[in-house]
C-alpha cells in the first residue's frame, strides 16, 4: 500500500518560509521520481517542482529562485524548502510518486 504523508505546512507571513516534507511508503522510492503540486481554491491543480530518481529538477516558473526541492532516500522522504513566500503561494501542497499517487496535502497560508 503507497502512503505519502505531508508535513510542514502553516500559516507563516509574506517573506517568510517553511519547509514542506513528505513521508514515503509502499513501492520503490529511491526508483521513483517524486514531486510537489498545489492547488488553491478555484485554480487547477498545477506542478510545483518535481525530482527525478537521478535528482534532476524542475520547477515552475512562478518559484524558481525561491523553492528548492530534495530528497533524502535514505529517509524515504521529499522536501520543499519554501523561501520568499507570497500570498498567491497560498494553496493546499501535494505530495505526489511519478504522478500516480497523491498524499492528502498540507495547507500552506502566506498572509499579513
Known amino acids: 500500500q503507497v502512503q505519502l504523508v505531508e508535513s510542514g505546512g502553516g500559516l507563516v507571513q509574506p517573506g517568510g518560509s517553511l519547509r514542506l516534507s513528505c513521508a514515503a511508503s509502499?513501492?520503490?522510492?529511491?526508483?521513483?521520481?517524486m514531486g510537489w503540486y498545489r492547488q488553491a481554491p478555484g485554480k487547477e491543480r498545477e506542478l510545483v517542482a518535481f525530482i527525478h530518481n537521478g535528482y534532476s529538477t524542475n520547477y515552475a516558473d512562478s518559484v524558481k529562485g525561491r523553492f528548492t526541492i530534495s530528497r533524502d532516500n535514505a529517509k524515504n522522504t521529499v522536501y520543499l524548502q519554501m523561501n520568499s513566500l507570497k500570498p498567491e503561494d497560498t494553496a493546499v501542497y501535494y505530495c505526489t510518486a511519478m504522478g500516480r499517487y497523491w498524499g492528502q496535502g498540507t495547507q500552506v497560508t502566506v498572509s499579513s
Open positions: 509502499g513501492f520503490s522510492f529511491g526508483a521513483s521520481g
